[in-house]
């Protein structure tokens, strides 16, 4: 059978070695968002989930995040899981602070998202009242699907970003209304 496969002629003019052309932000684009670094700061049970995310029957590390930064000097993407007491806001805002860019936000799960059913005077209604958020995952608590759809959703961000976003304009006053330098 194999000796029935051959080989077209190479049309002419397109001999020599192979080259292919493309722009620089597709392919760093393509570089970061297949090798995810997240920073799991798991507070309540929406962490229990992302445990299960993490093991072998989901298994987060077949997009390239397998390995979890504890610290936020060697991560890129911080998953926010779980209720946040007020008390805790200013823990996690240094925690966002003191990561490098590009960096990247999840809130997963109804309480890092909204406060959830805490509509209290002591949880924070929602991460994005101290940090900027890109992706959102509903559900109380969300399946380990949903948090995989969320880091997809954070790769289809990733993947077409352009490498000038961070020093953009647009960007800047996006972290002067958080107040962050
Ligand atoms: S969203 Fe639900 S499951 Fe997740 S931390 Fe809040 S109460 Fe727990």
Redesign the pocket.
Known sequence: MSSQIKMAETPPGIEGQGFFATSLDSVVGLARKNSIWPLPFA????GI?FMATMASHYDLARFGSERLSFTPRQADLLMV???IAKKMGPVLRHVYEQMAEPRWVIAV????SSG???DTYSVLQGIDRIIPVDVYVP???PRPEQIIDGVMRIQDLIGKESVRRRNSEEYKKLMEEYMIK
């Open positions: 507070t309540s049970c929406c989930e899981m779980g209720t799960g109804a309480c890092a959830g059913i805490f559900g109380c608590p």
